[in-house]
């Protein structure tokens, strides 16, 4: 079956303390991406790639870090997180960004919650 | 980058129309209009995508005017199942680098 999936479902932490985010798809796509959903402020991006090792920023990169070293990984990173980081994350990917008919597939989501 | 506006919330019955209209004045001429639907606790999910004028698939239809500058997702004789938020999305003419979605619209139908 042709999904995203990220990993975990949910996580609590605590300030500062390291965590990654999975995130692996399984159709070929060459482009991924991060967002967040907070409550009122709808889905934002915070990171993008559109193809191995090609990695850009979105609107709030801030206190995040990603790598694409394979093209059906794109963990995202919390060096060091802090409570204004609690939110839903969704990863994404395409096939042909840019192309008519190629929308954007996303994952479950992961529930995040920094203490 | 194109910014959206929609409406925060509808409300309808079951078997009505619904239509969301999506304000986009800065679109660019690359950019296609995209629609998609999200359950709670669930990542979005692709309805429909268009250019210009209409276009219909099995379950909705959208329509485009010649400016661009808006766009309304069409839900026919909805039930309590497309009870959801409903985000449009302009860009990716010329790769999906920054996608800004708006706020999203809730659509509640009741019985």
């Known amino acids: 079956e042709a999904q995203v999936t990220q990993n975990p479902r949910y996580l609590i932490t605590v300030t500062g303390k390291k965590l990654t985010v999975t995130c692996s798809q399984n159709?070929?796509?060459?482009?991924m991406s991060w967002y967040r959903q907070d409550p009122g402020l709808g889905l934002r991006q915070i990171y993008y790639?559109?193809?191995?090792?090609?990695?850009d920023k979105g609107d709030v990169p801030e206190g995040y870090k990603v790598s694409r070293k394979e093209k059906r990984n794109f963990p995202l990173i919390l060096e060091s997180p802090s409570p204004n980081q609690t939110s839903l994350y969704f990863c994404?990917?395409?096939?042909?960004?840019?192309?008519?008919?190629?929308?954007?597939?996303f994952g479950n989501g992961t529930r995040l919650t920094v203490t | 980058l194109a910014k959206t506006t929609q409406p925060i919330s509808m409300d309808s019955y079951e078997g009505q129309e619904v239509n969301i209209t999506c304000s986009h004045n800065?679109?660019?001429?690359?950019?296609?209009i995209t629609w998609y639907q999200q359950f709670p606790s669930q990542g979005p999910r692709f309805i429909i995508q268009?250019?210009?004028t209409k276009v219909t698939n099995e379950v909705a239809s959208l329509f485009i005017p010649a400016d661009r500058k808006s766009s309304t997702l069409s839900l026919p004789r909805v039930s309590l199942s497309d009870t959801a938020v409903y985000y449009c999305?302009?860009?990716?003419?010329?790769?999906?680098?920054?996608?800004?979605f708006g706020t999203g619209t809730r659509l509640l139908v009741s019985p």
């Open positions: 999305l302009v860009g990716g003419g010329t790769g999906f680098q920054k996608l800004v």
């Open positions: 159709m070929n796509h060459e482009y």
């Open positions: 268009g250019y210009k």
């Open positions: 994404a990917s395409s096939l042909l960004p840019g192309q008519y008919n190629s929308p954007l597939h």
């Open positions: 790639s559109m193809n191995v090792e090609v990695t």
């Open positions: 800065n679109i660019a001429t690359n950019d296609y």
